[in-house]
């Protein structure tokens, strides 16, 4: 989904996806030793809603994310640690009882 060349590509593509750190969504990002060296573009609209739409119609989705698949992998890519979904938590999510049934992707 998001292979970096390095770190900092990394980091800068899922910044990219779910935004840039911010007081309101890791309030303790700036506490961090590093954080304050880089800068990190700062993005008002994440690629996530639109690389997983969930309302598309099916021929025009790229994915098999449900509205529980993309709980879930929001909830997997949230950066501050303690709102984090746990391990536990994300294999116990009700994507995994009630997720899409896998399908034959249609391209055209």
């Known amino acids: 989904m998001m292979q970096g060349q390095g770190e900092l590509d990394q980091i800068d593509k899922i910044f990219s996806m779910v935004g840039a750190p911010t007081e309101e969504a890791w309030p303790d990002f700036s506490k961090l030793p590093s954080a304050g060296i880089f800068r990190w573009k700062s993005t008002q609209n994440t690629l996530l809603p639109e690389k997983f739409p969930v309302n598309a119609p099916p021929h025009f989705r790229q994915t098999f994310l449900d509205g529980n698949g993309y709980d879930l992998l929001s909830k997997l890519l949230t950066l501050d640690p303690k709102k984090r979904i746990t391990a536990q938590e ?15 992707p249609v391209f055209f």
């Not at 994300?90 to 034959?104: D, I, Q, T």
């Open 90 to 104: 994300a294999l116990n999510h009700k994507y995994f009882s009630k997720g899409v049934l896998p399908e034959v």
